[in-house]
């Protein structure tokens, strides 16, 4: 089982330095929760006026078809964390009209209760207390102040003293995480992060798009991007994805994201991350779709070979 520092098994802790440069880097999953989503539930409210009205005419049959392109990963939460994965990319809802203060997570289509992905999360952690976590939540949609209140209550009581408070992110090495018992670092993107001293703010860790379906344009911007971070004070993640346009969902609407983009993508995706290195100037966190289909987390865990033997978290 791959750790978060790359080489080295929970059990056998890597003796790190805050004030160490090295910077080791780690997989994440993009829209990490998108392994299931409901097909009975209506259509989210994060989709256009459009597509709502086409769910509405067409019913089941364009609920399939948003399944195929809503669905980014194969695995579950455990699932992920078992093979290697360490930042999981997470977008959440209400569902309108439900009594309560219940959140969801999301994308396109609604998938579980958070509360329960978080727990499933936490089950792994409890048994592998030298893992750390980052959960992003980047995206909020149909969320009164109540229901960010529920769901930081939610992350309070589901992680508790794991959650790493705010800090100089140069600060936080893995000794600094190990001696705290922290685990779980929490960035929400909403004003409501401010006043919460273990939600750090969505600035602290930049995520640039490139919102293309050419690999070669990809591939151009992540190394712009990577070339323009901030060198202090902020994580970084590398998104190695591709985003589909319209046209691209009528020409493949059958095959679905991942028979029709993303396969056929990989290998140049895959030759641009094992030509990476962590550190002031490189990679720190890398993120793609389907993470199972390719050896993605154990190439980007392999690249911290390169900083051995002093591994900061940063």
């Known amino acids: 089982r791959p750790a978060l520092d790359g080489g080295h098994d929970s059990s056998d802790p ?7 440069r090295s910077r080791p880097c780690a997989a994440g999953s993009h829209d990490s929760f998108s392994f299931w989503v409901d097909e009975e539930a209506p259509v989210g409210p994060d989709q256009t006026a459009v597509v709502k009205h086409l769910a509405v ?8 078809v948003m399944k195929k392109w809503s669905m980014t990963q194969n695995l579950t939460f455990r699932e992920q964390l078992e093979g290697g994965i360490r930042y999981f990319d997470l977008r959440v ?7 309560g203060y219940e959140v969801y997570f999301i994308h396109g289509l609604f998938g579980l209760k958070v509360r329960d992905g978080l727990g499933d999360i936490d089950a792994f952690l409890s048994e592998h207390p030298k893992e750390v976590v980052f959960l992003d939540f980047n995206h909020h949609y149909a969320m009164s102040e109540d229901h960010h209140r529920y769901l930081i209550a939610t992350l309070q009581e589901v992680f508790g003293p794991k959650l790493c408070k705010v800090n100089v992110v140069e600060d936080i090495t893995l000794d600094y995480l190990w001696k705290r018992k922290y685990q779980v670092i929490v960035f929400y993107h909403h004003p409501c992060a401010e006043k919460r001293p273990f939600l750090w703010p969505g600035s602290k860790i930049p995520a640039p798009w490139a919102n293309t379906t050419d690999a070669c344009k990809l591939i151009q911007f992540l190394e712009t991007t990577l070339g323009e ?14 985003t589909p346009r319209v046209k691209t969902i009528v020409r493949g609407l059958i095959q ?4 029709h983009l993303v396969e056929r993508n990989l290998p140049i995706i895959m030759t641009w991350v094992e030509a990476q290195k962590p550190g002031v100037n490189g990679v720190n966190i890398i993120t793609s779709d389907f993470v199972e289909l390719v050896d993605f987390a154990s190439t980007v865990i392999k690249l911290n070979n390169l900083l051995l033997p002093n591994l900061p978290l940063m």
Request: proline residues 8%.
């Open 93 to 99: 809802s209400s569902k309108p009209g439900e009594p």
């Open 14 to 20: 890597v003796h790190t330095s805050p004030s160490a």
């Open 229 to 242: 971070r901030s060198q202090h004070d902020t994580f970084h993640v590398s998104q190695a994805i591709l």
């Open 256 to 259: 679905g994201l991942r028979d």
């Open 57 to 64: 005419v067409f019913r089941l049959l364009a609920k399939k």
